[in-house]
């Protein structure tokens, strides 16, 4: 059984706040995990800042590459939130109110608290898409190959289920996991012949410390449940050659 | 006070373990917030996975782009370590054993251990100098402004201190955090104008949602410590202005 061509993905993380220190990402976590639960093969991240051009540049870069890309953050109602417009302006598309999302928002506000940049939330590329948004009101949206998520966590995933149904799935990829305590360089030789006899598969070596001593990790990744149970076999025997027993984790 | 040009920086981040959802990143999180505590404003980060064209690709763009750039990943001794002949492509120099290197691994390993694969780790591009390791021996190294390093984390923050000394220091960046049980609309007018009477600060809004309601952190930034108290302040009125007690956090 091959594997047809699997479908590309990047993110593309707008955040000064990411960049400072002072927040740790965890969507970018979250999403590739989601994706690899499609059978999606996520190829590149990019974390920018809060800076239109910046915005611009990835975008630009990464849909051109990847059949789709991922966004987080910026979609909010205050000055800094600039994503919206970046998108308009990287796909060459005027931007304006949608009168959906602007109703939406509208009925969700009391009298008077529907402000300027509130509004600034209605403002969706024209032909884009909306992702509901279960949490907060405020949809994200698709733009051709670009899809436009929140940042804050909890909004962003609520974002990533709405429009799971309409993503492409691909054949999921496998993956068997070793752990031995053995240096991953006395076994290096051997998991270069075991990658180079099977090359449909991806053979990662992942060194950890403990206080049992050196020892690594050996995941061994593809579409063909079949190769990559060989090649773990094939690291088992090799591991074992040095008389330690690998654990599957 | 102004602060004279600050340097820029870059963090290209190795890994298909990343990529795959496998493993979380912490390591980008770390750098930032050295660099931060440094004084340099890390402008960008890159997940790529391990395959050289990728890694060439993005070091080129970047160390094109910013004063430095930090890799982590990719130069220990298995098949997948390939972050040292990247690095050496992207820079057109030769690769090959460094003697310094060479005779730290060999005598670190018992007769007969330093394989050919271990070998791989004394595989230094010509021209770069070394960054101790003082975890697990093998070095990363630095040419012109790459300064690349190991992936597992005890080892890359090893490296990263070893290489403290050598790296250049800026005047750090001051904030102030205002937490506000009010929702980041309903102040996104004032915030707007406190930002434009502020241009020398940066004013981030991060929404939250906690059992009380909507709440955001306020974050002003900047390197005139003086400029940042008195947006601060202006902020801390703002909120006061809808019966909300901001708290410094």
Redesign the interface.
């Known amino acids: 059984m091959r594997a047809e061509a699997s479908k590309t993905a990047a993110i593309l993380v707008i955040g ?11 969507n ?2 979250y999403i ?5 639960s499609l059978g999606i093969d ?9 800076v239109e051009d ?1 915005i611009v540049a990835g975008l630009n870069a990464l849909r051109a590459r990847y059949d789709m890309v991922f966004t987080t953050g910026g979609i ?5 939130d600039i994503t919206a417009d970046a998108v308009a302006k990287a796909f060459g598309v005027e931007i304006g109110y949608h009168p959906e999302v602007y109703a939406l928002l509208e009925a969700r506000y009391k009298p008077g ?1 529907f ?4 509004k600034r ?1 209605a403002r969706i590329p024209h032909g884009a898409a909306l992702i509901k948004n279960s ?2 009101t405020a949809p994200g949206f698709h733009l051709g190959n670009v899809y436009v998520m929140a ?2 966590p ?1 909004v962003m995933r609520a974002m990533l289920e709405a429009l799971a149904p309409e993503l492409p799935r691909g054949i999921v ?1 496998t ?1 068997v ?1 070793l752990s031995a305590e053995i240096p ?3 076994i ?2 051997g ?2 012949d075991i ?1 180079n006899a099977n090359p449909d598969v ?8 403990s206080e049992k001593g ?1 020892g690594a990790q050996l ?1 061994t ?1 593809g579409r063909d449940g079949a190769a990559v149970e060989r090649a773990a076999q094939a690291i088992e025997a090799l591991v074992e050659q040095f008389g330690v027993t690998p654990t599957r984790v």
């Open positions: 000064d706040e990411i960049l400072s220190g002072r927040t740790q990402d965890s970018s976590h590739a995990r989601f994706l690899a996520l190829k590149e991240t990019r974390v920018v800042a809060d910046e909010g109602p205050t000055h800094d608290e402000n300027d940049m509130r939330m949490i907060s940042g804050v909890m990829v993956s996991t991953e360089g006395t290096a030789p998991l270069l990658q991806a053979i990662g070596s992942y060194p950890f410390y050196p995941v990744r």
